[in-house]
């Protein structure tokens, strides 16, 4: 094999590594773009993105902090978690000067009902959650979420909270929740007193 015909086979070789590796590269990037389509597919209606934040806020920490507030931060309109950081710094305050009380959101963070229990066959079971899209509209949407006992257990009351989305950025995200009770998670967090 002559100088110039080695030179030229390796030459070759290396470009064809070269391409070798932008395909892979390629592939690679296409596999994760998809990947990421289909997150955001999962998550693009306020039906969705009800389930994806109540899975994950029913297996994290209730308490009403900071990080657990910044661990849900993916699913809150600006607008709400702006009221989130404004709440925990009144409460900051109001602690200092009642150390011994219970603060506003004492009982944990205000997405579900308190925790009760019920026996069922002797059995400690805790309230479910099934999620149902009301509507969606342009950049408002609303879903309920009906938090039930199983069939068995003498305290059948179920409570719904119903939860209003905005889009946002194109995610779906929580803006507020009504309670059913003549208020709402935005009007708790604008109350003038502590």
Request: aromatic letters at 12%; hydrophobic letters at 35%; a positive charge.
């Amino acid at each position: 094999m002559s100088m110039d015909a080695a030179l030229q086979f390796l030459l070759t070789d290396d470009v064809g590594r070269k391409h070798m590796t932008i395909n892979k590269l390629t592939l690679s990037l296409t596999m994760i773009f998809s990947l990421g389509l289909i997150a955001v597919a999962q998550q693009n209606s306020p039906g969705n993105a009800t389930k994806s934040f109540y899975a994950f806020d029913r297996s994290h920490s209730q308490v009403f902090n900071r990080r657990n507030i910044d661990a849900r931060k993916g699913w809150f309109s600006a607008a709400l978690y702006k009221l989130f950081l404004y709440e925990l710094r009144r409460e900051a305050a109001y602690l200092k000067k009642n150390p011994n009380d219970k603060p506003y959101f004492g009982d944990g963070l205000p997405f579900q009902p308190i925790d009760e229990t019920c026996k069922v066959g002797g059995r400690d079971t805790h309230r479910s959650v099934s999620v149902h899209q009301e509507f969606q509209q342009k950049s408002r949407g609303a879903a309920t979420a009906t938090f039930s006992f199983p069939k068995g257990c003498t305290d059948g009351d179920k409570v719904v909270y119903t939860i209003g989305l905005v889009l946002e950025h194109g995610r779906w995200v929580i803006d507020d929740v009504n309670y059913g009770e003549d208020t709402s998670l935005k009007q708790r967090l604008h109350r003038k007193d502590y």
